[in-house]
């Protein structure tokens, strides 16, 4: 009920005010006729009408509150000090002063004014009427009557401030939410690019080596031709698969139990990959050193689209046509190293227009189950991509088989 009032107060404030100032004017008036046993109060009333026009002041107690408790607290002080009760009705407009100095201040300055004004009135008070049976009204009770507002004032101040807070925090969490997701939508843009991107420049790559190497042997070796078009229409073959299984993602993330629509690509697969490569004129040696160990689905994944990209340049840029994967197994993780030998750059480092992202795409994946990835040119001529990939993936973002896709961060 009091919050409601206090919301009404806020929209109708002028209104709220005028109103207030008129019931003060008019608790004044009766205020001012009660007495006790021991002492009346005096028959003139025309003082009364001083603090019934104080009480105006309190119309000013929004914007100027300090202001209107002195003007209150001086007209009350004029009635105490002329031997009026000082009760709760006579009291009403230093009572509302004091509300609303409590409701918009600090605690420092309504003790400060409270005090004072306690102090004040309980004086003139004492002074106005003899000492008697009406001595614990004139002091406790000006006291407590004082107090209540104060303490009602202080309870308003600290809801609205914990309101505002609590105003704060939801708009705090609103941005927070608004940004995560933000951030979720670029990782899961920047996942899938990075899918798109190793699937389609491979086998694109892969497929314009063996369509241009066709036509060129189309006239003299027809037979040798019609093999490597028949490798052509397996590379996009796989290249289709590839992007359905990719745009898939995003279809299982509507569906969560639909099922997988191919299997991800692991180390399993470079016979394969190599395949591909051989058709389209670069050679492909792989050796394996150390005893092979089955790897995390994330770290299968990462370790084969590193090669993937790799042998991808080295299909475009190494002039010898020949390319060199080493698998080693040490105790905690698997280095994969991808040479090729020719000029010192291999091309693999220069900036394509629109894309050059292979090698950044590569790190990521690299960085993102924990391992590290060094590219670049040999000293003995040709180029080098090498990473350190740990067997179990040092980041929660494993997924089961299937459903494997690493984390861009």
């Avoid at 941005?175 to 798109?196: D, K, P, S």
Wanted: glycine share 8%.
């Amino acid at each position: 009920m009091t919050s409601n009032l206090e919301r009404y107060a806020e929209r109708h404030a002028r209104a709220a005010d005028v109103v207030t100032a008129v019931a003060l004017c008019v608790c004044t008036l009766f205020g001012a006729q009660i007495g006790t046993s021991e002492s009346s109060p005096p028959h003139a009333l025309w003082p009364a009408w001083i603090l019934a026009a104080g009480s105006a002041a309190v119309m000013a107690a929004r914007s100027h509150p300090r202001a209107a408790l002195a003007v209150a607290a001086a007209a009350a002080a004029v009635l105490t000090g002329l031997g009026y009760l000082p009760s709760p009705l006579l009291l009403a407009p230093v009572m509302a002063a004091l509300y609303w100095l409590a409701a918009l201040t600090d605690s420092r300055t309504t003790g400060i004014y409270g005090s004072a004004t306690l102090a004040v009135l309980v004086a003139t008070s004492l002074a106005g009427a003899p000492l008697g049976d009406d001595l614990m009204l004139r002091t406790v009770g000006t006291v407590l009557w004082l107090m209540l507002p104060v303490s009602l004032g202080g309870r308003s101040r600290f809801r609205r401030a914990f309101l505002e807070s609590v105003k704060a925090r939801a708009a705090n969490a609103e941005r927070t939410r608004e940004e995560e997701a933000r951030l979720r939508v670029a990782e899961e843009r920047m996942r899938i690019a990075r899918e798109l991107h190793d699937a389609v420049a491979h086998h694109m790559a892969v497929a314009h080596a063996q369509a241009g190497t066709a036509a060129h042997l189309a006239d003299t070796h027809p037979e040798q031709t019609r093999k490597i078009l028949a490798d052509l229409v397996g590379t996009t073959t796989a290249a289709l698969l590839e992007l359905r299984a990719t745009v898939g993602v995003l279809r299982r993330t509507a569906d969560p139990d639909a099922d997988p629509l191919a299997p991800t690509p692991g180390l399993d697969r470079l016979p394969t990959l190599v395949a591909g490569c051989a058709s389209a004129g670069l050679t492909v040696t792989v050796s394996t050193e150390g005893e092979a160990r089955p790897l995390s689905p994330g770290v299968d994944l990462t370790a084969y689209r590193i090669i993937q990209e790799a042998l991808t340049n080295a299909t475009k840029h190494a002039p010898d046509h020949a390319a060199r994967v080493r698998l080693h197994y040490a105790s905690s993780r698997l280095l994969v190293t991808v040479t090729n030998d020719g000029t010192a750059n291999g091309g693999a480092t220069v900036p394509m227009p629109g894309g050059g992202y292979g090698l950044m795409g590569m790190r990521e994946r690299a960085h993102s189950v924990g391992g590290d990835l060094r590219a670049g040119p040999r000293p003995e001529g040709g180029f080098e991509v090498a990473a350190a990939l740990p067997l179990q993936p040092h980041t929660p973002a494993d997924a089961p088989a299937g459903q494997r896709h690493e984390d861009t961060r």
